[in-house]
């Protein structure tokens, strides 16, 4: 469904991606791990097209663009949260972004809206202004937002930092189902017994992509060893 072949990816001189090759396929529950700064973000900013200044290639299938099909959870820390709108407001986004801004929402956005809330479990938080959220309650109304509007593509960048592990476990219930219905679903995560327990497809990568596979392919000591080991460190000081 999407992929990258080739992929590199630099900020000025420093090269955070090099020579990716993955796929991500409808129905399945993917997830990218590897440690801080080996290139995770970047994958997926890359995917949504926010990068355009790459080398490689971005690949969709035939009718899909990342305009149509993708929704996108960005890492909650990039987001301005003190932007004067209610938790409402911002899983109708969800529905804006694809209507067109010129398009009022009608009542059928307003049903996807109210069963996105109700589904993260913040429907009863949707008059409140989301500077006024704990961390936790602003993750799930970033997933209403993505669910609201229902794109065959859901990227989703560390979407459980700040959520308690009884939510945490009902997220990942949430994304697996979607992913049964048929979505592609990409998740970045530092959890590797959460993404064995929950998806069927993991990348490794540190800058390249270690391993691509089924978690029992992918984490074998060599593949963690080459993720994980300090090596990466280097990297970073170049
Ligand atoms: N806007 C930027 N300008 C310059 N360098 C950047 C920028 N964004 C990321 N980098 C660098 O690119 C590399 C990869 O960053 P990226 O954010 O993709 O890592 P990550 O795997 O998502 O890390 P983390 O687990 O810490 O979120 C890092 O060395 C980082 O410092």
């Given amino acids: 469904m999407l992929g990258v072949n080739h992929l590199t990816v630099a900020y000025g001189p420093q090269i955070a991606l090099e020579d990716a090759t993955v796929r991500f396929e409808a129905g399945r ?50 987001l301005d949260w003190g932007f004067p709108v209610t938790v409402w407001d911002v899983a109708m ?61 859901l990227l989703l960048d560390e979407p459980l930092t700040g959520v308690d592990a009884a939510t945490q476990e009902s997220l990942m219930a949430l994304l697996r189902a979607e992913a049964d219905r048929g979505r592609a679903v990409v998740m970045v995560t530092h959890d590797l017994e959460q993404a064995r327990r929950w998806c069927d497809h993991l990348v490794l990568i540190n800058r390249r992509v270690i391993a691509s596979g089924t978690p029992d392919e992918v984490y074998t000591p060599q593949n963690i060893e080459r993720t994980f080991s300090s090596s990466h460190l280097g990297h970073m000081h170049e």
Avoid at 102 to 130: C, M, Q
């Fill in 93 to 153: 986004m969800g529905r804006t972004g694809r209507l067109g801004w010129l398009r009022f929402p009608g009542r059928k956005d307003r049903e996807i809206v109210e069963g996105a809330l109700k589904e993260t479990g913040v429907y009863d938080l949707r008059s409140r202004h989301i500077g006024a959220l704990s961390g936790g309650q602003r993750q799930r109304v970033l997933l209403a937002r993505m669910l609201a509007r229902r794109g065959h593509l």
């Fill in 29 to 78: 529950f993917s997830a990218i791990i590897g440690p801080n700064g080996a290139g995770k973000s970047t994958l997926l900013r890359t995917l949504v097209g926010l990068l355009p200044d790459h080398a490689g290639a971005v690949q969709f299938d035939p009718g899909h663009t990342a305009r149509n099909c993708i929704s996108y959870v960005p890492q909650q820390q990039t």
